[in-house]
C-alpha cells in the first residue's frame, strides 16, 4: 500500500506540553489579517510572530465537510527550536492505527472506524 513518497511513509502522534501548546497559541499570529485591524498593524504583528494561526475546515472520516474549523499552527524558527528541544514529551508511532482506520473506511465499517479515533474534547484555553 503506497500513500505518500519514501519520506513520508510514516504517521506520528506528538504529545507536548501544555505550557508548550499555550506559549504557542499566546506567541501567534492569524496567518489572514483581522477585520479589527489594518494591513500594516497585521503585517508588523506577522513579521515579529513566531508562529502563524489558522483555522481549516474540519471533515469527517469521508472527507465532507463538518460545520465546525480545526486550527493548524505554523511554528517559524524561534517556535521549532522550543518544540523540539523543551515541548515534545512523547512520539509514537502511528502508522498502523491510520492505516486501520483507513481500512475500515473503505469497507465503509464507519462505526467500527470512529471507535479508534482518539477522542476529542475542547481544550480549555485562559485569555
Same mark, same amino acid.
Given at each position: ?7 513520508? *511513509? ?16 499566546? !506567541? ?15 503585517? &508588523? *504583528?506577522?513579521?515579529? &510572530? ?35 528541544? !523543551? ?12 492505516? &486501520? ?17 482518539? &477522542? ?6 485562559? *485569555?
Amino acid at each position: 500500500m503506497d500513500y505518500k513518497d519514501d519520506g513520508q *511513509r510514516r504517521i506520528l502522534a506528538i504529545d507536548i506540553t501544555r505550557e508548550g501548546f499555550d506559549w504557542a497559541l499566546a !506567541h501567534g499570529c492569524p496567518s489572514h489579517p483581522d477585520p479589527s485591524t489594518t494591513k500594516e498593524q497585521w503585517l &508588523s *504583528r506577522k513579521n515579529s &510572530s513566531p508562529v502563524r494561526i489558522q483555522w481549516d475546515p474540519e471533515r469527517n472520516l469521508l472527507l465532507e465537510p463538518l460545520p465546525y474549523r480545526s486550527i493548524q499552527i505554523g511554528l517559524g524558527k524561534d517556535a521549532v527550536n522550543r518544540y523540539v528541544n !523543551h515541548w515534545i514529551r512523547q512520539i509514537t508511532d502511528i502508522t498502523n492505527l491510520a492505516h &486501520s482506520i483507513h481500512a475500515l473506511v473503505t469497507e465503509n465499517k464507519l462505526d467500527h472506524a470512529t471507535a479508534m479515533l482518539p &477522542s476529542e474534547k475542547i481544550y480549555p484555553y485562559p *485569555r
